[in-house]
């Protein structure tokens, strides 16, 4: 083996982790957490930049084994097509399409991807789903999802469908913790729900056909304790592995 394949092998894998705006991080989406979570499964963790145009895009997937689509604010109406409903929160229109470009590419490239709590919701208005603006107003009938205990305590069970995440959790049910009002609303063409929480609402999506695209509404990053969470960033990091090997 040359010297070439040496290193290929040896090498962390880099995963690109979305940033979020000064005030988002002051409030409560640490970047930190993800990064110690990419950290401890053995990845090499870099902070992307907001980027405005597809040739950025294709710079920053270029650059990177795998991309992290983070947790934040809610995402502009504008962005969705939709007119604002009455419960939608504070949006950061520069950011989402920064994640929507850059997720689109790295789907082109079918390179790793991990979608957390808003980071799922963007998955999918990038592949071309839709989402609920606000889950208490567009389905009334559902549970309280935005929970009342620090996060990283569980807050309710979901069910894990048929699908990649069930075979590498290994189980039916677990418990997540829960910080959202917005969610899946419509699952874009190729891809799969793969769990629910009680009420219905989708908790994760994964693409079929890729390598690894998954989009989870909790926050593994913050229950770094549980295996689960574990085993999610486990995953994501190998694939990550894998896809760096081929460049």
Known sequence: MDTMSNMKMERKPIIGITIAHCNE????????????AVKQAGGQPILLP???TVEEAEDIVGLIDGLI???????????????PIRGVGEC???????EILMTQKALDKDLPLLGI??????????AGGKIYQDIVSECPESMEHKMKAPRDFPW?????????????????????????????AEVPREFAVSAVAPDGIIEAIEKKEASFCVGVQWHPEVMVK?????????QFIKAGKDYGMMK
């Open 117 to 126: 709590c808003k980071g799922i919701q963007i998955l999918a208005i990038a």
């Open 25 to 36: 991080e002051l409030k409560s989406y640490p970047r930190a957490l993800y990064v110690e």
């Open 226 to 234: 549980d295996k689960n969470s574990q085993r999610l960033f486990q």
């Open 69 to 83: 689509l983070t947790g934040g604010g809610d995402i502009s109406p504008i962005l969705l097509e939709e007119e």
């Open 50 to 52: 907001t980027i405005a």
């Open 92 to 98: 950061l229109p520069d950011r989402d399409l920064s």
């Open 156 to 184: 309710h069970e979901i069910l894990l469908m048929e699908s990649h995440l069930k075979d590498f959790l290994g189980e039916e049910r677990i418990s997540v913790n829960s910080v959202h009002h917005q969610a899946v």
